[in-house]
């Protein structure tokens, strides 16, 4: 008798597309492998410009994910446990960095943090210029990454359901502690991985930060930004920065997925 578990596994046709799918992602990446001047490689990473550049990046896009986790905590939840017309267009402006192209994010941030912008004014009378600073690198990389921590953690929490959030409300727990000893500890490896795409998200940013922040060596000029000025001067030293850039990304989602098998 035939085991009825072999007849649900994968259909032997659907490797073809898998297969063609995957050598479309990955030969490019292959094709950074080869072309990287290894002779030079280390040279080319540990210029100064390039250090800068890592270091603006690691930080600015650390400190963009903590502002994702800050406010993308409160937006998942309030749209997993809310119910309302109303949610279904806030979740839709909430989800728009999604599909706007980041130089249109870029766009709006000037023109409502910049010197002449919807706020900056207010920000010009305090004596605080935004635009063209470390701190618009950071606010264009929170507008863009902060949506993919709301979707992740949004997911997780209509997955989870509410069935232990009333028995905890039932034994008498106020809603915050609720949130905090039983929401939280059930959907952190969903707040983890959204985080990680956050981040992920944040360090590879390039349209927004040089459409608000400019290209400021050693203030606004993050990595991508120097990938992008390099290719025109020095074509090997894009490509060895690119494979560094590569490498970041593939150690932190790594680094995630043990972290959430860990959880």
């Given at each position: 008798?035939t085991d009825p578990r072999r007849r649900v596994g994968v259909p032997?046709?659907?490797?073809?597309?898998?297969?063609?799918?995957?050598?479309?992602?990955?030969?490019?990446?292959?094709?950074?492998?080869?072309?990287?001047?290894?002779?030079?490689?280390?040279?080319?990473?540990?210029?100064?410009?390039?250090?800068?550049?890592?270091?603006?990046?690691?930080?600015?896009?650390?400190?963009?994910?903590?502002?994702?986790?800050?406010?993308?905590?409160?937006?998942?939840?309030?749209?997993?446990?809310?119910?309302?017309?109303?949610?279904?267009?806030?979740?839709?402006?909430?989800?728009?960095?999604?599909?706007?192209?980041?130089?249109?994010?870029?766009?709006?941030?000037?023109?409502?943090?910049?010197?002449?912008?919807?706020?900056?004014?207010?920000?010009?009378?305090?004596?605080?210029?935004?635009?063209?600073?470390?701190?618009?690198?950071?606010?264009?990389?929170?507008?863009?990454?902060?949506?993919?921590?709301?979707?992740?953690?949004?997911?997780?929490?209509?997955?989870?359901?509410?069935?232990?959030?009333?028995?905890?409300?039932?034994?008498?727990?106020?809603?915050?502690?609720?949130?905090?000893?039983?929401?939280?500890?059930?959907?952190?490896?969903?707040?983890?991985?959204?985080?990680?795409?956050?981040?992920a998200r944040a360090l590879g940013e390039f349209g927004a930060t040089?459409?608000?922040?400019?290209?400021?060596?050693?203030?606004?000029?993050?990595?991508?930004?120097?990938?992008?000025?390099?290719?025109?001067?020095?074509?090997?030293?894009?490509?060895?920065?690119?494979?560094?850039?590569?490498?970041?990304?593939?150690?932190?989602?790594?680094?995630?997925?043990?972290?959430?098998?860990?959880?």
């Amino acid at each position: 008798m035939t085991d009825p578990r072999r007849r649900v596994g994968v259909p032997t046709w659907i490797y073809v597309p898998a297969l063609a799918g995957a050598a479309f992602v990955l030969l490019p990446l292959l094709a950074i492998v080869l072309r990287t001047p290894w002779s030079r490689f280390l040279d080319l990473i540990t210029s100064e410009a390039s250090r800068e550049a890592l270091l603006l990046s690691l930080r600015t896009s650390a400190t963009s994910t903590l502002l994702c986790v800050l406010f993308g905590v409160p937006m998942a939840t309030v749209l997993a446990r809310s119910e309302g017309r109303w949610l279904g267009v806030v979740r839709s402006l909430v989800l728009l960095p999604l599909v706007l192209p980041p130089v249109v994010g870029g766009i709006a941030l000037l023109y409502t943090f910049g010197r002449r912008g919807l706020l900056g004014e207010t920000f010009e009378v305090l004596g605080v210029q935004v635009a063209f600073s470390t701190t618009a690198v950071v606010m264009a990389q929170t507008f863009v990454a902060l949506p993919f921590l709301v979707v992740s953690l949004e997911g997780a929490l209509r997955t989870a359901g509410q069935r232990f959030e009333v028995v905890a409300a039932s034994l008498g727990a106020s809603p915050t502690t609720v949130f905090r000893r039983v929401t939280l500890p059930m959907v952190l490896p969903g707040l983890v991985s959204g985080a990680v795409l956050a981040f992920a998200r944040a360090l590879g940013e390039f349209g927004a930060t040089i459409t608000f922040a400019g290209s400021l060596q050693g203030v606004t000029r993050t990595l991508p930004l120097e990938i992008y000025l390099r290719r025109e001067t020095d074509a090997e030293a894009a490509v060895a920065l690119s494979l560094v850039l590569v490498v970041v990304a593939v150690l932190v989602i790594g680094f995630a997925r043990q972290g959430r098998s860990a959880l």
